[in-house]
């Protein structure tokens, strides 16, 4: 992948090919950046740069062979790990290796992509992957091998917040000390669930969420849309361009999520000491239970930012504001009065709560459940600056 073809980040850019350059190569990295910033075709980037000694700050001029086995991400000093889980293809077990083709067709087609597109690819959307003991095993073991080229070999873990204590524990030594001419490059989007003594062994590397007009630039280049769309589309994707493509394609799992948060909030409104409107909520979690974890946690995050945004419109910081409902009968500005400082921090604490039991596996209805009578309270309850 050429660093032209990776969104924006350009003293990202500059930072990684200089430090290639003067031999400076950290032997553990760590990307850490927001969905749809660019973290993994960044790194897909610089491991190039490195393995097929490019230089000039862009992948051409350097080894032409090298550079050819990149088109299709399968250089044999370059290695994958990710999260995983058991399919109809792999029954016990899981490892990266057995996903590589599936893998490949993501970098290809959706490079932007998130852990919930990565799933659907592997149509296990209603599982929980993981970066376990076994793949540890096998990272472990491919990376005492020789390089195939004789130059540098570079892992590429992906969320590697996903990795059990276990497998965190096992490669903690190869990731401190690993053998000569190794680079670990682990991307993450919230580096808080890494566990600190892997964090410790890492130079960290943030990036910024796109900036509107390189998500614009790309949208235009690459979809052949009008500027004033495109410019559009790139407001209300926040600096993520993977979601922006999904906006294009009117393909964003938001758009259902939309639905889902509307029929919520109007039933909780009307639930207060009314019993009809309870069951409409009992109704309204046990559909939703019926989902995938994953649709599950992601559909409470995206809650989450419907609530920080109605919170940003009351308090008219409108140019912070880049949230467009696309339902015409429910306007943001009508909703917003009801989020304020009296409820917002409990209703926010409320999702987190929700999302981290959803993810230990506890019981979605009745996490739903909970969650939603909560809501009715809290949604009731008056500002106190009135």
Known sequence: MLFSEVLGQAHIKNHLTTSVDKGRI??????????GSGTLPMALAYAQYILCSNT????????????????????????????????????????SSFYLEEWRQLLEQQPYGNLFDWYKLLGVDNKQGQIGVDEALEIVKSLS?????????????????????????????????????TIFILIAEDEEQIINTILSRCQVLHFPPLAEEAITEALVKNYHIENAVATKIAHQSNGNYNKACDLIYQDSEDIQ??????????????????????H?????????????????????????????QALLLNYKAD????????????????????????????????????????????????????????????????????
């Open 26 to 35: 950290a032997h553990a990295q760590l990307f850490v950046g927001p969905e």
């Open 280 to 308: 409409d909520l009992i109704s309204w979690s046990e559909e939703i239970a019926k989902t995938g974890r994953e649709t599950q946690k992601k559909f409470l995050s995206f809650c989450l930012n419907y609530f920080r």
């Open 56 to 95: 000039n700050g862009e992948n051409t001029g350097g080894n032409d062979a090298c550079n050819l086995k990149f088109k299709n991400f399968s250089h044999p000093d370059l290695h994958f790990a990710f999260p995983v889980t058991t399919s109809d293809k792999v029954k016990s077990k899981p490892v």
């Open 145 to 181: 091998l020789k390089s195939y080229e004789g130059g540098y070999k570079v892992m590429i873990i992906w969320m590697a917040e996903k990795m059990n204590i276990p497998a965190a524990n096992k490669l903690l030594k190869l990731i401190e000390e690993p053998p000569e001419k």
């Open 257 to 278: 999520f939309e639905k889902w948060f509307i029929l919520w909030v109007r039933s909780a409104f009307k639930a207060r000491g009314n019993k009809s409107a309870i």
């Open 319 to 386: 140019e912070l504001v880049y949230l467009e409902p696309k339902s015409e009968d429910f306007k943001l500005e009508k909703f917003a009065p009801f989020v304020h400082d009296a409820n917002i921090l409990e209703i926010s604490d409320e999702l987190q709560d929700a999302i981290y039991h959803i993810e230990r596996n506890g019981n979605s209805k009745i996490i739903l459940t909970d969650l939603s009578i909560k809501l009715t309270r809290l949604l009731h309850k008056k500002s106190q600056a009135m």
